[in-house]
């Protein structure tokens, strides 16, 4: 689908981003027509299935590798590699049952595989799978920002602690250019963001000592 920029020039399509991919296996070419079969009814029923105002109604993007001359462990590493986050693996014993086996991105390892999930439930499992993915991802990347962010209310805690990698200092600046450019030439720390909520209680500078409407987030560039 084409779509037009602010100034109605038309332009080529959106690539959107892989959501499944499906990997095939067999060894026999009686196997391989049947598994491929069953891939792309399988593929069209997840791009079929219906995904609501969570990916604003559009459909859920599949890629079936059927693609003869990889194996299917290399398949595998190639779409962890780039990122997709569902992978679908269907083989003849699977086809048997009626199921295949889905596996996250986020979760590697044998393990952490899902076993036998019948191909008609697949497509609303693989759904699951994906808001589980977001909430589980936003929550450690939560989990981690709070655990890195400390409060500072001096320079020389703050010059201190800038110094450990991976941390955000939240610290009251005084909003002028000068005391910023300060800071950053004497510990090459820069204002990240200006949150809301609670940091924005007043205080003073930890440079200057004048009046500040609240902390701000100070960090390195890595």
């Known amino acids: 689908m084409t779509h037009s920029d ?37 593929a069209d029923a997840i791009r079929a299935h219906p995904v609501g105002d969570w990916l604003h109604h559009e459909p859920l993007t599949v890629k079936l590798d059927d693609r003869d001359h990889y194996q299917p462990g290399y398949k595998f590493n190639e779409w962890e590699t780039k990122g997709v986050p569902v992978r679908v693996e269907l083989g003849p014993k699977d086809l048997a049952n009626n199921a295949c086996v889905l596996a996250r991105r986020d979760l590697p390892g044998r393990e952490h595989k899902v076993m036998g999930v019948p191909l008609a439930a697949a497509p609303a499992r693989i759904l699951e799978m994906l808001r589980a993915m977001q909430t589980d991802m936003f929550e450690r990347a939560r989990k981690f920002r709070d655990a890195a962010t400390v409060e500072v209310d001096s320079y ?23 005391t910023e450019e300060r800071i950053a030439a004497e510990t090459k720390a820069t204002i990240r963001c200006i949150p809301f909520g609670p940091a924005k209680k007043p205080g003073k500078c930890i440079v200057t000592g004048n009046p500040s409407e609240g902390r701000v987030v100070f960090a390195k560039a890595y």
């Not at 959501?19 to 399988?42: D, H």
């Open 156 to 178: 020389d805690e703050f010059k201190k602690l800038i110094e450990e990698p991976g941390g955000f200092l939240l610290a009251h600046w005084d909003g002028t250019r000068e």
């Open 6 to 42: 602010d100034q109605g020039l038309v332009l080529p399509p959106r690539l959107a981003p892989i959501s499944v991919a499906i990997v095939p296996i067999y060894r026999k070419e009686e196997e391989r027509q049947a598994v491929l079969a069953a891939c792309r009814t399988l």
